[in-house]
């Protein structure tokens, strides 16, 4: 409960302070805000833009989530989402249930392979997932400059994707996807013996290994996990919204993924929460950009602010219980 | 606990306390027949990076103080950015909507169904629908005149070329420069090196040395920022180059001899223009040296070591272009 009020007391002080800053570069602050909340849920439009953006960021989100939770410290999302993107491309031709398949399988094999470089060297996750995410990146491009380029040869570009997902009512149906994703973590989190033993070796591994845990393998599977979850973004955002590969396909969502898991304060559900509230911040930045011509570094910096006022907050809860 | 929610409180008071009484909103201009034209801008990047996105933020600059145009821009970075600034820019009524870059091509059809009063145009590509058209830049126009200039002038008998990434555009200018120098000397060798990005001026001077060392005694780039690197090589090894995209004469005075420019903000103030007059057709857009978008400016500080006759020959050439006597290959 108190960790509900914190995150809502962050994302208020993030808004607060973003009005203000806005203020201080000549716009009126009340104008500011207004025109964030227009662009973000004051319309039919904008619900289903902020709704659209938030499918993504849930799924990285919760990639996230599961690492962190097994104490893993998975910042590859972004790279994870791209081979994603690529194995749903290259299966689409067989359907969307078999994109998605390969996507999760892509994105849980390219996460494993920083599990084995730390079994095999010890080589810790927050490097290697991180470099893993250029190699990504690069093998992106060179697939839609080369193997992967569209027919005509025009544009480093791939041609459509041969599936698409089905729409509700103006959103495509990966939210469906994404709200299922989440409610499974957390039953796989809090509900199985699986989940329990994930979170004990990411609280105490030391204790998990002396309790009968295989420590490593757990660990191995949590990235797994987390790996195929952003896998399954890149596949959800390729069929649903961009149709085809470019270079610039994963554009963050990774990394956004990040600050989503911490503004839910690892939970799965309160993470649905959080990639709305990211989701909003940024249709709200649109048209923040559209009507009143403020930069878009604007919802940069409340993400920014999102996460210090959390990070500032969690200390100091934890200082006053101890 | 307290405190904190005091605090925000606070926060939450100066928010709304500096609220200047100024920004309320205009009443609408007295005149209602004549409704400002509204154009909207997306790029895919910042404005401020200095190159593709600044050139297009002048370009709706332009299309502001020329045509008294109400304008728009966003930036966006994925194609679900693109589709909400397009959507958006058409439910709300807007007369032309412009996507920066040939990405914006299948989100600029998706809007252009559902918004059929706004007409969409992206910066290159090749998608046409009832209100969807590219513009598509004819900078080959200018590069085969630098290839007569290069022929006429070289004494090798070579140039080199240096490209960032190989996109069919830019090899479209090579293609047209290579077209033009053999016009003139049907044996003149070109040779053409990609350094995979647009950013990497080391990479460029190297490729540069290495054709200046093959031999080549004039140089053209097509590599953007990157170009610095090709004008550092030419000024070290004193062999004559061209400027590309931009009026680069200035950068190296003593070597760049004249620049292919393309003004891309004319060309979104030409675009805008058709959309107001109502003269726009869905077709691809080719903007050249007769719409006055690309155009081939010497440095006047070496253009009277030039032998003599290139000056007149380039611009004979030039009028047979616009003329549509000389046809310059495209190459894709």
Redesign the interface.
Known sequence: MKQIALAA?AA??AI??L??AA?AFG?????V?AILFEGSVGSS?AVR?TI??SIPLLLTGLCVVIAFRAGVWNIGAEGQFIVGGLAAMLAARYGVAASFLAAAIAGALWASIASLMRLWRGAPEVLTTILLNFIAIHLLGWCV?GPLREA??????TDLAMATLPRLGGVHFGSVLALIAAIVSWWMLYRTTEGLRLRATGFNPAAAKFAGINVAAQIVRAMAYSGALAGLAGGIELLG????L?E?FA???GYAGIAVALLAQLHPIAAIAAALFFGAL??GA??L???A?I??TIATFGQAVVLLAVVAFTSRWRKRDA | MKRTVILLGLLLAAALACSPAAEQPQPAQTTPEKKPLKVGLLTPGSINDDGWNAIAWEGLQRVKSELGAEISHQETKTPAEFQEGFRSYGARGFDLAFGHGFEFQDAALAAGKEHPNTIFITTSGNSVAANVSPMVFELEKATYLLGIIAARESKTGKAGLVGGIKLPSIEGTFTAFKAGAQSVNPNFVVTAVYTGNFDDAAAARLATLSLINAGADFILHQANEAGRGVFQACTERKVRCFGSNKNQNDLAPDVIVASAVLDVPAAFLRMATLVRDKQFKPQIQYLGINEKIVSVIWNDRLKGTLKPGTVAEVEKVEKQIREGTVKVPRGF
Request: no cysteine.
């Open positions: 007391l208020f002080i607060a302070l009005a203000l203020g716009h009126s602050p009340s104008a805000l439009f833009e659209i953006k400059n005509s040869g025009r544009y480093p570009q919204v961009t149709h085809r470019f610039r554009s963050g969502y940024s249709s649109g048209e950009q559209r009507s011509n930069s878009a």
